[in-house]
């Protein structure tokens, strides 16, 4: 955990927010602060993903699949400067966590244990998902967070099943391609309508319900005029 108060975090992350108006020194001493703060969400981090096997066991995947990671030094900054009235002392995703299992109901069945367990101390739980709280995203993003207290840290666990994790990891790859952050609501009006549809596609395919014919000639459509945002994959 960081030997630095919330209020100087607060301010390192003010500091790097208007980077341009502030002195080198400013600078090189928000970032020794930054780096610490996001390493000493390495140990809660390892903590909660460890404390997670377990209970993705219990609803029935013998091998779980859960990784993490730390929010790269570069991403951070790119949230601050996204989000004005972040501050970094509240910023719940510098630890993940995600764990993807076969089903809607197993995800359901890992939160709900997680939310019943008392040493599991739940700061938030945000349900991307029909008929929940929020619902999916505007984008079509689907995945339930829960945002875990752990050693005073706030670790984010974002739990999906394979075709939510598919949806997500393919619009992060397109962002990669494009240099645009489709994901932050940027990027060609049409490649992102072409992933709201695809996502409600798989997410009818989750509930075993069929699509119309108008859908999927609409997606067919969709598809099409926007292959030519990556003409490289001609010669794949």
């Known amino acids: 955990m960081s030997t630095y108060s919330k209020n100087r975090i607060k301010n390192a992350g003010r500091v790097l927010r208007r980077f341009e108006s502030s002195t080198p020194d400013e600078v090189l001493e928000a970032i020794g602060v930054i780096d610490e703060w996001r390493a000493g969400h390495a140990k809660p981090l390892r903590r909660v993903n460890a404390g997670l096997r377990h209970y993705v066991r219990k609803a029935g995947v013998e091998q779980p699949e859960v990784t993490q990671r730390l929010k790269r030094f570069a991403t951070i900054v790119d949230k601050l400067r996204r989000q004005s009235a972040m501050a970094l002392s509240r910023m719940e995703d510098i630890g993940g966590v995600r764990v993807i299992v076969p089903t809607q109901d197993q995800v359901d069945a890992i939160v709900r244990d997680l939310q019943s367990q008392p040493r ?5 739980t945000r ?3 029909e008929g929940r709280d929020p619902g999916p995203k505007s984008d079509g993003y689907r995945a339930i967070h829960v ?6 840290c706030y670790i984010e666990v974002q739990l999906r099943t394979p075709r939510q994790d598919a949806w997500a990891q393919s619009v992060e790859q397109d962002t990669r ?11 060609p009006d049409d490649l992102r309508e072409y992933y709201v549809m695809v996502s409600e596609l798989l997410a009818m395919r989750e509930r075993h319900e069929e699509p119309s014919s108008a859908f999927m000639e609409q997606l067919a459509s969709k598809f099409a005029a926007t292959r030519g945002y990556f003409p490289d994959e001609e010669s794949r």
Do not use: N, P, S
């Open 127 to 129: 349900e991307y998902v």
């Open 147 to 152: 945002i875990v207290v752990k050693d005073g």
């Open 177 to 187: 391609r494009l240099g645009q952050g489709l994901k932050f609501g940027a990027g």
């Open 120 to 124: 599991w101390k739940i700061r938030r």
